[in-house]
């Protein structure tokens, strides 16, 4: 027999999440405030960016780690401004830190006269070119795990 799975309506489980109303209650966010969806979100994703940082999913640490970008921030005002800032600078270091890791570090050129002045034949070439190609994969890897 099919069993089927009750689901809350969109948005209203963290009403009931004790660590949601924990970082509320950090952030400053008054009681009626909390109901908003789309506040509830960006709480949501703060706490989320900042679990992913430090490696725990420890309330207490995901606490430290958003006043620590608050202290960086320099920002002293609280509840709905206070989440709006932080979920904005947070959203564009996120976005600034993609570009550097996807960037692909190129080779240097060899110049034309450190090149061989015999041809070499076509098959030799495209092992030359694969094996730059795989160097040049290999070293962008290695920049984007940094």
Do not use: C
Request: charged share 25%.
């Amino acid at each position: 027999m099919d069993e089927q799975v009750q689901t809350e309506p969109l948005g209203q489980t963290y009403t009931y999440n004790q660590d949601y109303h924990k970082m509320a209650d950090f952030l400053g966010i008054n009681i009626y405030d909390r109901s908003n969806d789309e506040l509830a979100k960006k709480v949501s994703a703060l706490a989320d960016w900042a679990q992913n940082k430090t490696g725990k999913k420890d309330i207490h640490t995901t606490l430290t780690e958003v006043a620590k970008l608050q202290k960086s921030l320099g920002v002293h005002f609280i509840g709905r401004p206070l989440v709006t800032e932080l979920y904005k600078h947070m959203r564009l270091s996120q976005d600034n830190a993609l570009p550097q890791k996807a960037a692909i570090v190129n080779p240097p050129v060899k110049k034309a006269e450190s090149l061989p002045k015999e041809a070499a034949p076509v098959g030799k070439i495209e092992q030359a070119i694969q094996k730059v190609v795989k160097q040049t994969i290999t070293q962008a890897v290695k920049e984007a795990m940094k």
